[in-house]
């Protein structure tokens, strides 16, 4: 069983940053893919950005290339997920996940463990 908790949400002003953490509780984190879905009021839960075990791949939705970045210390059993020039439409409860397995995975159905969620708000 692995355990998720994210952090580091909150209200940001259109065009600011926010970095979100996501501490996993599991022994054997370097060999666990891990990810950030999101999902805005009314609207399905969508993709954001997965990174693989070693960091070497990297995917991200449409929507946030180029402005959010998704990072891994394995060090500190703690994946990343820094977000710049964040626009309204990113006002979302950002959810971090994990499967274990190597690769990064665009996939919903995909991911075995999920965080509870932290809420990102932009303002206009």
């Known amino acids: 069983q692995v355990q998720l908790v994210e952090s580091g949400g909150g209200l940001v002003q259109a065009g600011g940053s926010l970095r979100l953490s996501c501490a996993a509780s599991a022994r054997t984190f370097t060999r666990y893919a891990m990810g950030w879905f999101r999902q805005a009021p009314g609207k399905e839960r969508e993709f954001v950005a997965a990174i693989s075990w070693s960091g070497g791949i990297t995917n991200y939705a449409d929507s946030v290339k180029g402005r959010f970045t998704i990072s891994r210390d394995n060090a500190k059993i703690t994946v990343y997920l820094q977000m710049n020039s964040l626009k309204p439409e990113d006002t979302a409860v950002y959810y971090c996940?994990?499967?274990?397995?190597?690769?990064?995975?665009?996939?919903?159905?995909?991911?075995?463990?999920w965080g509870q969620g932290t809420q990102v708000t932009v303002s206009s």
């Open positions: 996940v994990a499967r274990s397995t190597y690769y990064a995975s665009v996939v919903r159905e995909d991911y075995d463990y």
